[in-house]
């Protein structure tokens, strides 16, 4: 249990008090929309069971009510701290009251519910555990107090910054970086900053520009001021130029991305860029100039020491749990993902179960957001993003800790093991929603799911004027869709929300639970999604129908040898519009194994006399029977 000592809860407290509007809707007569704060006190306490002090009623809440509405001789301090004895009081009931301060119940909107969130977290002070985001109500988020500082938590590959940052002063201590207020005045926003590089005292670099943003904020001086070792997360910054970028990492060397954390950088950390992007002040401030957009595009492949524009092609090598013997070389040609002419988006690895496919997309993604340089040949590809979605049961795909790379699981496997149950499944649905809204993406959502289910399961789902997703009238209805559209709905949420320029998304075989027009659809849907957000995919599937949707040079079919060992093979024919049985052979080996349709025929060619008595037997309801069917017949009668 979480122990608050009575000077923390006096200090969260007098924080939330000195706010304004503390108690949100229900603040008693702020306005004609304003609940009745008594409403609220139930929010923390069971009023109408609690005995009142009066003899004259029969509840607390008839005392709540007669002070605090009737007679208006009770402040909300005498509420809270005299009558209920919330500070002095059992610390449940505390606790309670700082959940409901930020609850959508209360608040109406993100941005004070952030606001709030902010200056609890601050009031906590050292004690050890932070609001954090638990649920979704209404597309707004639920914060409950979690034990652990959640939000404040370093990822695994990055250290803290030690190297002091002095705000508009000389440095007094060595190596040192100087932040200095610019002074230009950008129509009103005023975030521009100068950095240099003290290595002693009198000797300098100077490293560049670099625009700071504060969050809600246009002008970001004042906010930071003495000497520092990092921003807070409410900021964000973009160096104005790639040289920027460059000299950082060639004074600090391997340590430049702890430097960058601490300065909240959106162009290496694209997390932050996700938390900023859609922001007025993003778009209009800190990427004022083109300088400054290509630094955010391209300053991860530069500080990897790759060409801009690079065609992404490499070997990866995967490691085969039942041949360890030796790698498996895959290799993947995406091409030029940026040209939108490119026609090697989506790559499909197919083949019988056992072979390894889902082995290598969870290892693939793994070594990616880990960096493990040594399984890629000639070098590891650069995404600013991975995601691995799918919703088999049996999936392996790794679930990341936090990391400075920007990872997405989109499944149903919890990190510790086990399947998620109903309501996760359904926070993480409402997440991927709220992200959806804030980054504009409600019609694109909208269009996707219009393409893919019929339009009397989609148009209900949708507000009519914001095209917003209506949770609401989803969980009301989920006896309407079926577990394949459930889950393609779950997955392009997910996709749509979470995808950015220059994302890799990897899928285990999407073709589970859809039919074989669903999965068309799906796969010219992700073709679509992949081109509008310069990115690209790989597929593990035993889909034919997937297949027969990709260029023959985007399809890796996987096999073992006779001892066990793996290897991988092209089509040996072109697959873009191939029938499906010429698919199938090609990929699977059906000559190999005689197919069960091929011994119903033989045995009814030995039991009867000529073609008629057979074609008579399966003709149904006079469908007429395949050509391939009936050469097959004839040749069988040949040969008796």
């Known amino acids: 249990m979480i122990d608050f000592p009575a000077e923390i809860r006096r200090s969260v407290y007098d924080a939330i008090m000195a706010q304004k509007c503390p108690l949100g809707r229900y ?23 609690m005995r009142s002090e009066d003899d004259r009623f029969r509840n607390a809440e008839a005392d709540a009510v007669q002070h605090m509405v009737n007679n208006d001789d009770w402040t909300l301090d005498d509420a809270l701290l005299r009558r209920f004895n919330l500070l002095a009081g059992d610390q449940k009931y505390f606790e309670k009251f700082v959940e409901a301060i930020v609850s959508p119940e209360v608040r109406e909107s993100r941005k004070e519910i952030e606001h709030f969130v902010s200056i609890i977290n601050d009031a906590l002070g050292s004690v050890n555990c932070e609001l954090a985001i638990k649920d979704y109500l209404n597309g707004l988020p639920c914060y409950r107090l979690m034990e652990g500082k959640h939000h404040d938590t370093l990822p695994v590959d990055i250290e803290p910054n030690t190297i002091p940052i002095f705000v508009d002063r000389a440095p007094d201590e060595f190596p040192a970086f100087k932040l200095c207020e610019d002074g230009f005045d950008d129509y009103g926003y005023k ?59 060639n004074i600090l060397g391997p340590q430049y991305k702890n430097f960058l954390h601490a300065m909240r950088d959106a162009a290496v950390f694209s997390q932050i860029c996700d938390e900023f992007s859609d922001t007025f002040g993003f778009k209009n401030s800190l990427l004022r100039f083109p300088e400054a957009e290509e630094a955010l595009q391209y300053a991860v492949y530069k500080l990897a020491g790759y060409p801009v524009n690079d065609a992404i092609s490499f070997v990866f090598k995967a490691q085969m749990p039942y041949y360890e013997e030796e790698m498996l070389n895959v290799k993947f040609d995406m091409g030029d993902i940026q040209n939108e002419h490119n026609l090697n988006r989506v790559i499909a690895l197919i083949g019988n179960n056992g072979v390894g ?53 989109c499944g149903i496997q919890k990190k510790g093991g086990g399947l998620m149950e109903e309501q996760e499944i359904k ?79 990897l899928i285990d075989e999407p073709e589970v639970h859809l039919h074989p027009k669903g999965i068309t659809t799906f796969i010219n849907i992700l073709n679509t999604i992949c081109k509008q957000f310069a990115s690209c995919c790989i597929l ?28 991988v093979m092209p089509m040996r024919v072109e697959s873009l519009g191939e029938n499906l049985t010429t698919i199938t052979e090609d990929v699977f080996g059906r000559g190999e194994v005689s197919p069960y349709y091929k011994k119903v025929v033989r045995k009814l060619v030995e039991d009867n006399t000529n073609i008629e008595d057979v074609l008579h037997l399966i003709q149904n309801n006079d469908v007429p029977v395949s050509m391939p069917l009936y050469m097959l017949i004839d040749k069988y009668f040949s040969q008796k």
């Open 427 to 505: 926070q993480r649905r409402m997440a991927s929603i709220d992200m959806v809204k804030r980054h504009d993406r409600n019609r694109k959502l909208h269009h996707y799911m219009s393409i893919l289910l019929p339009n009397e399961l989609v148009t209900p789902l949708f507000d009519g004027d914001t095209f917003e997703f209506q949770e609401k009238v989803y969980a009301d209805n989920m006896e309407r869709y079926s577990s394949g559209q459930s889950m393609l709905m779950n997955q392009i949420i997910e996709i749509v929300a979470n995808i950015r320029q220059n994302t890799l998304i």
């Open 191 to 249: 975030t521009r900053y100068s950095l240099y590089y003290y290595s002693e005292p009198g000797k300098y670099k100077t490293i560049g520009w670099v625009r700071i943003m504060k969050r809600d904020e246009q002008v970001t001086y004042g906010y930071i001021e003495g000497k520092i070792t990092s921003l807070g997360k409410d900021f964000c910054s973009v160096g104005q130029r790639l040289d920027y970028y460059l000299t950082i990492k």
């Open 357 to 409: 496919k889902t082995t290598v997309l969870s290892q693939l993604a793994e070594c990616i957001v880990k960096g493990k340089d040594e399984r890629f040949t000639p070098r590891r590809p650069i995404f600013k993003k991975v995601i691995s979605a799918s919703y088999s049961i049996f999936d392996k795909f790794f679930k990341a800790d936090v990391s400075s790379f920007n990872y997405t699981y």
């Open 540 to 567: 593990a599937t035993h889909s034919a129908v997937v297949v027969q949707e990709l260029l023959s040079r985007n399809v890796i079919v996987m096999n073992r040898n006779e001892d066990g060992s793996p290897y």
């Open 27 to 49: 603040g008693g007569g702020m306005s004609y929309e304003d609940l009745n704060v008594v409403d609220f006190l139930k929010l923390i306490w069971d009023l109408p069971a």
